[in-house]
């Protein structure tokens, strides 16, 4: 049975990450608890970093307001 999204500990984590993680439990659900802990840790390092959510900051760099080459 799959887990839900919470469970993987991503509940308040941005739609994209969601969206990423739920994809990726269809495949392999030990696979997508180790992402979702790595990419909670990115999520959160981004907005202390950058004091941006993770999907503004995707959004931004897909229209191209930032260059994935110019964040630092």
């Given at each position: 049975?799959?887990?839900s999204i919470t469970?993987?500990?991503i509940g308040g984590s941005s739609v994209a990450l969601?969206?990423?993680i739920r994809n990726v439990s269809i495949?392999?659900?030990n696979t997508?608890?180790?992402y979702s802990s790595r990419l909670s840790n990115f999520q959160k390092f981004?907005?202390?970093k950058y004091r941006v959510h993770l999907d503004d900051l995707l959004h931004?760099?897909?229209i191209g307001e930032w260059s994935a080459y110019d964040v630092k």
């Open positions: 049975m799959s887990k469970s993987f500990g969601q969206k990423f495949q392999n659900e997508a608890v180790q981004v907005e202390e931004k760099l897909n």
